[in-house]
T-cell receptor, first 112, second 114 residues
Framework: KQEVTQIPAALSVPEGENLVLNCSFTDSAIYNLQWFRQDPGKGLTSLLLIQSSQREQTSGRLNASLDKSSGRSTLYIAASQPGDSATYLCAVRNSGNTPLVFGKGTRLSVIA | NAGVMQNPRHLVRRRGQEARLRCSPMKGHSHVYWYRQLPEEGLKFMVYLQKENIIDESGMPKERFSAEFPKEGPSILRIQQVVRGDSAAYFC????????????FGQGTRLTVV
């Protein structure tokens, strides 16, 4: 049974810092991995999708890497801003037609 | 092309009442997943539906919960005789085909049972 863990559960950093959020999964035979952002009381916004054959994806100040063999992914946020404050969720899919399995998220606060 | 639409956004029900949550998939999408997010918890899979078919309901409680996705209209998640423990955010995601790539979610319905 796939399990996804995100560390740390919460993180507070001053504006401008570069930071790394971690995601680990127990079954390395994944189909893809997706990072989401969730603002309080809001829905999920897709940030980055990494297919199992890929090592990383980049979008603006965000970079996500995937190491399937070790069951890990990291989300790197460069030059953090207060507007980046949100909960970041990592989710993996074991095959193309199976549900996403989510971690509990990392709650990020960027202090101005 | 509108995204996945869920309504209502907020729903308050008294214990024992019924809750009906609606999910309109993106245009052309025929597959829907429902997830539940309990306070301070991650999203948990509930049910996977294709139009007029339930593909996988392994994550849905056996009692009081049901889901449908008719040929016409939105997917409905129904919770009968709600209890306080049903208070949560319910999200749906849709796909055009059985094999998914990127998942896009609706804004969710926040159910509060009083």
């Amino acid at each position: 049974k796939q399990e996804v863990t995100q560390i740390p559960a919460a993180l507070s950093v001053p504006e401008g810092e570069n930071l790394v959020l971690n995601c680990s999964f127990t079954d390395s035979a994944i189909y893809n991995l997706q990072w989401f952002r969730q603002d309080p009381g809001k829905g999920l916004t897709s940030l980055l999708l990494i297919q199992s054959s890929q090592r990383e994806q980049t979008s603006g100040r965000l970079n996500a890497s995937l190491d399937k063999s070790s069951g890990r992914s990291t989300l790197y946020i460069a030059a953090s801003q207060p507007g980046d404050s949100a909960t970041y969720l990592c989710a993996v899919r074991n095959s193309g037609n199976t549900p996403l399995v989510f971690g509990k998220g990392t709650r990020l606060s960027v202090i101005a | 092309n509108a995204g996945v639409m869920q309504n209502p956004r907020h729903l308050v029900r008294r214990r024992g009442q019924e809750a009906r949550l609606r999910c309109s998939p993106m245009k052309g999408h025929s597959h829907v997943y429902w997830y539940r997010q309990l306070p301070e918890e991650g999203l948990k899979f509930m049910v996977y539906l294709q139009k007029e078919n339930i593909i996988d309901e392994s994550g849905m409680p056996k009692e009081r919960f049901s889901a449908e996705f008719p040929k016409e209209g939105p997917s409905i998640l129904r919770i009968q005789q709600v209890v306080r423990g049903d208070s949560a955010a319910y999200f749906c995601a849709s796909s055009p085909a059985e094999v998914w790539t990127e998942a896009f979610f609706g804004q969710g319905t926040r159910l509060t049972v009083v």
